[in-house]
């Protein structure tokens, strides 16, 4: 008997033990033999692994077996994306040995997808010496200006008001969320995902809230009431749709690694994850010209972004996303998460802030979406130390991410789902 990585099980082999979701929920009983459908499910629940017979039998591939020259490929890709890691810590080790085997099995398979930011990455820079030299922003200035929760539909602001109401009761929440038929079934697909884990169906934003609580589909809502507000931005210099992925990659990612250290709630990831990069979409949005001199400008790749926005701008995505954050009246542990998440130590929520920042280092390794940053960002704090996750669990959780992140994904951006 041995334990198969869930990517490389395949149609016809027999499992020799139960098959439990990450919950322990039964999926399948030992004996049973799996197929395309079943596999697929698996990957949808956020299965890990599974016993089958033997690795001969499963066909397990063995990455060591790919062509060197693959291998060697992937390796300098990965390198590329590590640059700012000279020194690596075993965190990054870990992190970096794991998207190797990726990238050469993907390079292997001809399923090699280009990065995202690929287009924009080889675009020849084309600003001008004036362009670099903009008058730098007032931060304060562009907070005050932002109309969007003005302008945004009611039912949206009626959801983000709900944040700071106390009485705010599971009926009014309901009620309000109903109103929108599309989010309401947006966010009962969300909390019947695996990121949640119950076993009982949700079909009503009532039930969810009895067995979520009233903060968690508060939360949920408030998410899907930010995204809309930057859903007309133009997809010249960032595209929206993976700028949201890496977001809600963050969120799930911060989620899981929550849930990993045995800590209880967590309740502000999701959102908090949405939130965390807002700063440079209020740019893009009002000030592309400003976006642009940063996305272009020579010394990206070689610094972190942030470095740049502070040179151009006069104040970082992170500086300025908490300022409008506290416009808008969030709960105060919102803006400490997003100001602080490059820099996890200076936090007042220093857990929390430590578990955003370990998730957008992981979601930028993987390459899941693209935050307008190249490189995988430095890391600031210890991921065993300071998180409480062990190298071994992360190792497990990798996997479990890739395939949650996708699921979580098609729920926002209703792809062809697997199943
Ligand atoms: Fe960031
Ligand atoms: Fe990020």
Redesign the pocket.
């Known amino acids: 008997m041995v334990q198969i990585n869930i990517s490389f099980l395949k149609p016809g082999m027999k499992l020799l033990s139960d098959l439990t979701t990450p919950q322990g929920n039964l999926l399948l009983p030992a004996g049973s033999l799996l197929d395309e459908r079943i596999i697929n499910r698996c990957k949808k629940w956020g299965v890990v692994q599974a016993d089958v017979e033997s690795p001969e039998q499963s066909g397990q591939e063995d990455w060591t077996e790919i062509d060197p020259e693959l291998l060697s490929q992937a390796k300098t890709q990965v390198q590329e994306l590590f640059c700012r890691h000279r020194h690596p810590s075993q965190f990054i080790k870990v992190l970096a040995g794991d998207i190797v085997k990726q990238k050469a099995a993907a390079l292997a398979s001809e399923e090699s997808a280009p990065l995202e930011a690929e287009e924009l990455q080889q675009q020849e820079p084309t600003f001008s010496k004036q362009e670099l030299d903009l008058p730098k922003l007032d931060a304060d200035r562009i907070v005050s200006n932002t109309e969007e929760l003005a302008s945004l539909p009611e039912v949206f602001a009626k959801i983000i008001n709900t944040l700071n109401d106390p009485d705010t009761t599971a009926d009014s929440l309901a009620e309000i969320i109903s109103y929108d038929v599309n989010l309401s079934a947006k966010l009962i697909k969300l909390v019947n995902s695996p990121l949640y884990g119950l076993i009982q169906k949700v079909d009503s934003i009532s039930r969810a809230i009895s067995l979520l609580g009233l903060q968690t589909v508060k939360n949920l809502a408030v998410n899907a009431s930010v995204m809309e507000m930057f859903k007309d931005l133009s997809p010249d210099l960032l595209d929206m749709h993976s700028f949201w992925k890496h977001s809600i990659a963050c969120g799930v990612v911060a989620q899981l690694l929550w849930g990993s250290s045995g800590r209880k709630g967590g309740e502000v990831f999701f959102l908090s994850g949405t939130l965390?990069?807002i700063g440079r979409l209020i740019i893009l949005k009002d000030h592309p010209e400003y976006m642009r001199a940063v996305l272009l400008h020579p010394e990206r790749g070689q610094k972190p972004l942030?470095q740049l926005e502070k040179k151009i701008w006069g104040f970082t995505?992170?500086e300025l996303g908490a300022k409008l954050i506290t416009s808008w009246n969030f709960p105060l542990i919102f803006s400490d998460l997003v100001k602080y998440?490059?820099f996890p130590k200076k936090a007042r929520y220093e857990g929390e802030a430590t578990n955003i920042h370990f998730a957008?280092i992981i979601v930028h390794a993987l390459e899941l979406g693209e935050?307008g940053e190249k490189n995988v960002p430095p890391v600031e704090a210890e991921f065993n130390k300071d998180l409480g996750v062990s190298l071994k669990d992360l190792r497990e959780l990798l996997e479990q991410i890739k395939h949650l992140v996708h699921h979580i994904q098609n729920i926002f951006f209703q792809e062809k789902d697997e199943e």
């Open positions: 965390h990069d942030y995505h992170f998440h490059h957008d935050s």
